[in-house]
C-alpha cells in the first residue's frame, strides 16, 4: 500500500510516499527557519501563508522523488492535529481534496502519534536492511518532546483481524513551555539564534554542564507531569541586570549586522560564562527529561522506551538516555534526526496502520489545534 502523507502543523511543510508503512520511498520538509528567524519564534499568520505557498510544489517533489505517479498512491494520511490551526487546515483541505478527485481513502492522523510512529518506522526499516538489527518491543513508554509538545505515553499494540491496533494512554505531560519551547526561549534571551535547541546542543560543548546548578522540579499531583517554565525563569533571573545582559544585546547586534554565522563566529562571541549557562540549562532539560521517563517505564513495567521529536536531536539527550538505559537494562530508541523532527513519512507511517485497521476520513475531517491522544 503506498501512502502519500501530508503533515503542515507547524511551521515545516512536509510531504512524503511511504510503502506498507515500512520504505520510506520520498520524504520532502520545507523548512519556514528563514521566514521566522527574525521573530525568534514561529508567527502563525505567516506560517500558514507559507503553508500555501508550498503545499502543492512539496507534494510534486515527494510524488516525483517516490517515482511514482498521483495515480499510483492507494491512500492519502495527513496530520489532522494539534498545532496551529490555519497552518493545520492547509494540509487537511489539499489531502481532502486529493482523495476526493482520486476517489482514494483518506485518514486523518494525530501528530503525536505520528512522532511515535517515527521511531517504530526507523527501526523498521534498518530491520529490512539486516533482518536481525534490534526493533522496539512493545508495550513501551514514549516520551514525544518537540517545540510544541513534552508528553509521556504508554503505547501498545494488539493484533484486529491479522492488522495491528495501537493504541496510547497519556501518563504525563508539560503543564506549561515545552521542553524544545524553552530551548528556543533561552537562546533568544541570550542572542544565540533560532530555532535555539539545536544551537544550544553545539554551543553546550564548550560550556560546563556543572557550573550552574538548577534544582529540581517537584511536580505537586501527577508526577510525570514536565514543567520547564521555572528553569527558563531561572535562566532570566541569572541574566537581567548582569553582565551577561550586556553581552547578549552585544551579541543581538553582532548578529543582526552578520547574517549567517557559524558555530565558532558564535562561540567567539560569548564569553565562558555564557557557554557554562547554556551547557548547565541544558543538562537540567535532559536530567529532567531522562528521570521523568525513567519513572514512567518503571511504574509502566516496560523494558522499552521510544523517545522522538525535534529535541530527540540533543546529543545529550542521546548520549545520557542511552547510558541510562544500559545501566537499567532499558531499551532506549531514537529515530534518526531527520525522522525526529517534522516530517511527513511519520504521518503516512501511522497513517498506514490506521487505514489497515479500517479506518477511514469523511469529508467532516478538520483541523484540530487541540487535540488530545489517547485516553
Ligand atoms: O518536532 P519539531 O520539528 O516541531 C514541533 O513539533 O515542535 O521540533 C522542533 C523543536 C524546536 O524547539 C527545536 O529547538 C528543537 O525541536 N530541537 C532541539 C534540537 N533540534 C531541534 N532541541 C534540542 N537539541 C537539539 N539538537
Ligand atoms: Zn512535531
Known amino acids: 500500500m503506498l501512502v502519500l502523507g ?14 506498507d508503512g515500512a520504505r520510506i520511498l520520498s520524504s520532502v520538509v520545507a523548512s519556514q527557519v528563514p521566514t521566522h528567524e527574525k521573530y525568534g519564534g514561529v508567527v ?11 503545499i502543492s510544489p512539496i507534494v510534486d517533489e515527494a510524488l516525483r522523488q517516490a517515482a511514482v505517479g498521483l495515480e499510483e498512491i492507494d491512500a492519502f494520511a495527513v496530520t489532522e492535529g494539534p498545532g496551529l490551526i490555519g497552518s493545520l487546515l492547509v494540509g487537511v483541505v489539499y489531502g481532502k481534496a486529493l482523495a476526493r478527485a482520486l476517489g482514494k481513502p483518506l485518514v486523518g492522523v494525530n501528530h503525536l502519534e505520528g512522532h511515535i510512529h517515527a521511531v517504530l518506522l526507523e527501526y523498521k526499516m534498518a530491520q529490512r536492511e539486516e533482518p536481525a538489527a ?37 501518563l504525563g505531560q508539560t ?21 535555539g535547541g539545536p544551537i544550544i546542543d553545539r554551543l553546550a560543548v564548550f560550556g560546563n554542564a556543572h557550573a550552574v546548578e538548577f ?46 554565522v557559524t558555530i565558532d563566529d558564535l562561540r567567539a562571541h560569548c564569553s565562558q560564562a555564557t557557554l557554562d549557562l547554556a551547557a ?7 536530567t529532567d527529561l531522562i528521570e521523568r521517563t ?49 516530517n511527513a513519512a ?3 507511517a501511522a497513517g498506514y496502520y490506521k487505514l489497515r485497521a479500517g479506518q477511514r476520513a469523511d469529508h467532516h475531517l478538520t483541523a484540530h489545534a487541540s487535540f488530545p491522544l489517547g485516553t
Open 44 to 54: 502563525p499568520e505567516l506560517a500558514s501563508r507559507e503553508h500555501l505557498r508550498k
Open 346 to 348: 511519520m504521518i503516512a
Open 134 to 170: 534490534e526493533t522496539p518491543e512493545l508495550p513501551a513508554v514514549t516520551l514525544v518532546v518537540s517545540g510544541g509538545h513534552t508528553s509521556l505515553f504508554f503505547v501498545e499494540t494488539r493484533s484486529r483481524n491479522g492488522a495491528p491496533v495501537f493504541s496510547y494512554r497519556p
Open 280 to 286: 548547565s540549562f541544558q543538562q537540567a532539560v535532559v
Open 215 to 260: 534544582g529540581r522540579v517537584k511536580m505537586k499531583g501527577n508526577p510525570l507531569d514536565f514543567s520547564f517554565s521555572g528553569l527558563k525563569t531561572a535562566v532570566l533571573y541569572r541574566v537581567r541586570g548582569t553582565e551577561l545582559a550586556i553581552e547578549a544585546d552585544a551579541r543581538r547586534a553582532w548578529r543582526k549586522a552578520a547574517g549567517r
Open 6 to 19: 501530508i503533515e503542515s502543523s507547524c511551521d515545516e511543510t512536509a510531504a512524503a510516499v511511504v510503502e
Open 294 to 342: 525513567l519513572a514512567a517505564a518503571e511504574t509502566a513495567r516496560v523494558q522499552t522506551i521510544l523517545v522522538s521529536g525535534g529535541v530527540a536531536c540533543n546529543s545529550l539527550l542521546r548520549r545520557q538516555f542511552a547510558q541510562a538505559g544500559r545501566a537499567r537494562a532499558l531499551q532506549v530508541f531514537f529515530p534518526s534526526p531527520v525522522l525526529s523532527t517534522d
Open 175 to 195: 503543564r506549561d513551555d515545552a521542553a524544545g519551547e524553552a530551548f528556543d526561549k533561552v537562546a533568544k534571551l541570550l542572542a544565540l539564534g533560532y530555532p
